[in-house]
């Protein structure tokens, strides 16, 4: 590679969660937007699925103005592009262009079969998600070729970032159409990674052994697999975003990243001083008002408050060993204080519990529970949920001699869940101990919070986040540090949450000045992840492809 690090004149993101908040990936790029916005100005642009027609998305702030006449020129154009532009309503307010996808579900067959033609990229057996995203991905490469051919040209050193299976067609095809693009495609996890995880299968012991593509046939995921693999193979710059997933991408879609671009984030969302103070407080109230309210128990000011968080993927992250380690800590003489530990992952909800509801409203001390104490809204299916035939089979009714008090919150705490009506953050600056015991963790976001917000926190080995977090501190990370590290692999849960039970007793323990230490320490290993420091990686990435796509061009 030369010298001379190559830096773009203009950038293109595309991703399924552009102004579409659906998980991790919607935080990488919104917290990241800033940060880029600064360095490129407006020469960033982010391309979403137009997902809100007819509705007003939040999210997203419309302006008709902005590139009037090329809008014009791409619907009216052979390929009838249709998009809408403005401005995603981030921090650093980007800008964005969602894009219909619908007109190209009637060529579906004739794009799949010439990226089977061109890549042999497998989309016979595509189910579910498959179509739609990949409809979307071909419109933004669409949207990506109009634009440079409108408004750049050759001149510019131009790089389109993909994000995820869902963009990978739209990859492959500026690579093909516009091969003075270059190319960066990052999965933030393997398709066949998570099935296998997700399928209880071991995958880090076996990780040399298994076959990806064959993996992806029995396990019916052939088509996400196929069009991930073939894409890393074929793009500029191959990028992950940590390097347990690398390992992940090296073994299973055989092909080792270019780049690792961990993910970081923006810290103007964390109040500092005594604002930190009255919201921290804030939260603390609200938390022991709901779990006084449905479990009819006093629950004291130094409650110790430990929880969990993210998506609800009951062994891959972890909540199979957060409740088992709940349930020991019930028989744990060397607690020192009540414990009370809450889930907070979204499932199949129906709607907030009426009777919690109205209790909260009259804002009493309630000394009675009400029927069962354990989860603060309604569910679809309550009797096939993971989390309450955990409870159920155990036992673990929140009664009022329990030390260990255990409640599930199975929706988004987006403000408007009817139970908390506070957004996540606004809740998470409020717990005392955050645990993350993750299986299949290839970043690892809500740890990352966590420290950010000062509240400390446990994870694995397994997660990218955690290996991250101890080659930072430059040990086995622990809780000292404001991240334990617990080693985790594929058969000692029971371990892992043996020893997740021990670190809460320890930290119930602990004085006031050693608490402060911790959480101070949490909050400037956080500092390392800053954005500013991560985003170099991606400066990395950009200069990488770009010098591919010059070699490329030159020939």
Not at 373 to 400: A, C
Request: glycine share 6%.
């Amino acid at each position: 590679m030369s010298e001379k690090r190559l830096v773009p004149d203009f950038i293109f993101e595309s991703s399924w969660e552009v102004c579409n908040k659906m998980g991790g990936i919607y935080t990488v790029l919104s917290t990241r937007a800033k940060t880029l916005q600064e360095q490129f100005s407006d020469r960033l642009l982010f391309i979403g699925p137009d997902l809100w027609q007819g509705k007003k998305n939040p999210l997203f702030l419309e302006d008709a103005t902005m590139w009037r006449p090329w809008v014009k020129m791409a619907a009216e154009s052979d390929l009838h592009i249709r998009i809408r532009t403005g401005r995603w309503n981030i921090p650093g307010k980007p800008c964005v262009v969602l894009v219909d996808f619908q007109p190209y579900f009637e060529l579906k067959n004739e794009i799949y079969g010439k990226v089977w033609e061109d890549v042999q990229i497998d989309s016979l057996h595509a189910y579910g998600d498959y179509d739609e995203a990949s409809m979307f991905s071909i419109a933004a490469g669409l949207v990506v070729e109009s634009f440079y051919r409108y408004y750049l040209g050759v001149k510019k050193k131009v790089v389109f970032q993909a994000h995820e299976w869902m963009t990978c067609l739209g990859a492959l095809y500026i690579k093909k159409h516009v091969p003075e693009i270059a190319t960066i495609f990052t999965t933030h996890a393997t398709s066949i990674g998570r099935s296998i995880a997700g399928n209880n299968k071991p995958l880090y012991d076996y990780l040399w052994a298994y076959n990806g593509s064959q993996m992806a046939a029995e396990l019916n995921v052939v088509a996400k697999h196929s069009v991930e693999r073939q894409t890393a193979h074929n793009v500029d710059c191959f990028t992950t975003v940590s390097d347990v997933t690398g390992r992940e991408c090296a073994e299973l879609l055989d092909k080792q990243p270019d780049v690792i671009l961990p993910n970081g984030f923006e810290a103007d969302f964390v109040p500092a001083g005594p604002a930190f103070t009255k919201r921290r407080k804030e939260a603390r109230a609200k938390i022991l008002k709901v779990a006084n309210a449905l479990t009819g128990a006093e629950l004291a000011d130094d409650t110790l408050i430990v929880a969990t968080s993210g998506r609800y993927e009951y062994r891959n992250k972890g909540i199979d060993v957060f409740l088992e380690a709940a349930y020991r800590s019930l028989y744990d003489s060397d607690l020192q204080r009540p414990v009370l530990m809450l889930i907070q992952v979204p499932a199949w909800v129906e709607s907030p519990r009426t009777d919690l509801q109205e209790r909260l409203k009259l804002g009493w001390t309630y000394t009675e529970p009400l029927p069962d104490p354990v989860i603060t809204h309604n569910l679809h299916e309550p009797w096939n949920d993971p989390v309450l035939n955990f409870l159920r089979s155990h036992g673990m009714k929140n009664d009022k001699q329990s030390r260990v008090k255990v409640i599930f919150v199975p929706c988004y705490l987006d403000g408007n869940d009817g139970i908390f009506q506070m957004p996540y953050y606004d809740l998470l600056i409020g717990d005392d101990l955050a645990a993350y015991p993750s299986y299949y963790e290839p970043w690892g976001y809500t740890p990352l919070e966590a420290i950010a917000f000062h509240v400390p926190c446990i994870t694995t080995s397994l997660s990218g986040f955690g290996v991250w977090a101890s080659t930072s501190v430059g040990h086995d990370s622990k809780l000292e540090d404001g991240v334990e590290v617990i080693a985790r692999n594929d058969y000692n849960a029971q371990d892992v949450a043996e020893q997740l039970s021990a670190i809460i007793a320890r930290y119930s323990a602990f004085d006031k000045k050693t608490i402060d230490k911790v959480r101070l320490n949490a909050a400037k290993l956080s500092e390392k992840a800053l954005w500013k420091n991560f985003i170099t990686y991606y400066y990395e990435a950009y200069d990488f492809a770009l010098q591919k796509a010059k070699e490329r061009t030159i020939k």
